[in-house]
């Protein structure tokens, strides 16, 4: 497993699916937990050290609300951690600013709120540095972006 998706509750799955499909899409091996920072610490813990053992590289944690997840995860490893604020009370405002608002020394990479794809697509950048075959995959992917994009608004548009 390379890399690692976390969340506080099963509401939040059908935001965090965004994360998988990216990583899908590149073939890279990942597995999805429930854990809440504030309801089993003590099993975040114990998960987190289990997914570090078996190799994993990155690590993604969705959180709304107070959005402790990312964070504590970061203070934990040394693994990047891109955090996704989902959208809850102030349409998500206030997991945005708690995910990218870290103290100093402890980063987490922030996406937009509910934009876990994104996360998943940054996940897939950090392994192409060290993975020959995710990064021309990366590279393939980005050329078939433009070339569609191209081949659908090159001619321009009728408003």
């Given amino acids: 497993m390379k890399v690692a998706i976390f969340f506080g509750s099963k509401s939040d799955v059908d935001v965090m699916k965004g994360a ?19 309801r089993v610490p003590e099993k975040l813990t114990e998960v987190l050290n289990e997914v570090q053992e078996k190799g994993c590289e990155v690590i993604i944690a969705g959180a709304g609300l ?3 997840l990312p964070g ?31 103290p100093k020394s402890i980063p ?13 697509m940054l996940a897939v950048q950090i392994l192409s540095i060290k993975y020959p075959e995710i ?6 992917f980005r050329t078939e972006m433009k070339r569609k994009f191209i081949e659908e608004n090159g001619e321009g548009v009728e408003l």
């Fill in 20 to 38: 998988a499909n990216a990583l899908k899409e590149f073939n890279i091996e990942y597995k999805a937990y429930v854990l809440s920072a504030h």
């Fill in 66 to 68: 107070a959005a402790h």
């Fill in 72 to 102: 504590v995860i970061a203070s934990q490893t040394t693994l990047p951690v891109i955090g996704v604020p989902i959208k809850g009370a102030v349409e998500g405002l206030d997991a945005l600013f708690s995910i990218v608002q870290m």
């Fill in 108 to 120: 987490v990479a922030t996406v937009g709120i509910n934009n876990s794809y994104n996360a998943g």
């Fill in 135 to 140: 990064k021309e995959a990366l590279n393939n």
